[in-house]
């Protein structure tokens, strides 16, 4: 499939046949997919989580609107934003930078410096400044996540329909530390797709020359 023919392919699912699983060669290729994709900083704001319990998928569904395709899909992926590790005093960030190669010491501290000083400075310290910028990094791997899995004739549906407060308590997790930013199950359509509806590109797109 071309990238475009890809781009056809994904819809958003509303459910998926419980009987079909995806692969485990196919999942690992959708997680890594969406290890590499862009982040602010190269920070990788996110971390996943892959819920196949099937009480807690029930749960969930009960506060996400009731939609199926939580307990329909073959695979669960809850994207989770990070916030308090980037609020000072953490160590993820120096952990992201000790990752990466510097000619000199004193050139690995003043990178470390900067990013915090810079994000220190837009955000403040402020957990939904954080949030918003974090939820924001998390929208990436969730679209590289649905491209890959395309590719491989498996579909997704993005899924923010949800009491994100009793997600964080169902799947324990402290709001102050990480927030669910959002629901990608991954499985088999049952129901042909519809036809994508979109604004035309005329209406879309300006050139300024
Ligand atoms: C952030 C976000 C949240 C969404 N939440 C839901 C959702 O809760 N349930 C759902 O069925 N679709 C959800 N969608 C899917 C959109 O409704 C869908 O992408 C849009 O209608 C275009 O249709 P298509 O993806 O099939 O082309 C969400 C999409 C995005 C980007």
């Given at each position: 499939?071309?990238?475009?023919?890809?781009m056809?392919?994904?819809?958003?699912c509303k459910i998926f046949?419980?009987?079909?699983?995806v692969?485990?060669?196919?999942f690992?290729?959708?997680?890594?997919?969406g290890i590499?994709?862009p982040s602010y900083?190269g920070l990788?704001h996110?971390?996943?989580?892959?819920v196949?319990?099937?009480?807690?998928r029930e749960q969930i569904?009960?506060?996400s609107?009731d939609?199926?395709?939580?307990?329909?899909c073959?695979h669960?992926v809850?994207?989770?934003?990070?916030?308090?590790?980037?609020?000072?005093?953490?160590?993820?960030?120096?952990e992201?930078i000790?990752r990466?190669s510097?000619a000199?010491?004193?050139?690995?501290?003043?990178?470390?410096k900067?990013?915090?000083?810079?994000?220190?400075g837009i955000?403040?310290?402020?957990?939904?400044?954080i949030f918003?910028?974090?939820?924001?990094?998390c929208?990436?791997p969730a679209?590289?996540m649905?491209n890959?899995?395309?590719?491989r004739g498996?579909d997704s549906?993005p899924i923010?329909g949800?009491?994100?407060?009793?997600?964080?308590?169902?799947?324990?997790i402290?709001w102050n530390?990480r927030?669910?930013?959002l629901l990608?199950?991954?499985g088999?359509?049952v129901?042909?797709?519809?036809?994508k509806?979109?604004?035309?590109?005329?209406?879309v797109v300006?050139?300024i020359e």
């Amino acid at each position: 499939m071309t990238h475009l023919e890809i781009m056809k392919f994904r819809h958003a699912c509303k459910i998926f046949d419980e009987n079909k699983k995806v692969g485990k060669a196919d999942f690992d290729a959708i997680l890594q997919a969406g290890i590499l994709a862009p982040s602010y900083m190269g920070l990788e704001h996110w971390d996943f989580l892959i819920v196949q319990n099937k009480a807690l998928r029930e749960q969930i569904r009960e506060k996400s609107w009731d939609q199926q395709q939580i307990t329909t899909c073959s695979h669960l992926v809850v994207i989770l934003a990070k916030i308090k590790e980037f609020k000072a005093g953490g160590t993820y960030i120096a952990e992201a930078i000790n990752r990466r190669s510097f000619a000199s010491e004193e050139k690995r501290a003043s990178a470390l410096k900067f990013y915090e000083d810079a994000i220190s400075g837009i955000f403040k310290n402020d957990d939904e400044a954080i949030f918003h910028w974090s939820h924001a990094q998390c929208m990436f791997p969730a679209l590289v996540m649905m491209n890959e899995a395309a590719s491989r004739g498996i579909d997704s549906c993005p899924i923010e329909g949800f009491d994100r407060t009793a997600l964080n308590e169902i799947l324990g997790i402290d709001w102050n530390d990480r927030r669910v930013a959002l629901l990608v199950p991954f499985g088999y359509r049952v129901k042909p797709q519809p036809q994508k509806i979109r604004r035309s590109i005329d209406d879309v797109v300006k050139w300024i020359e």
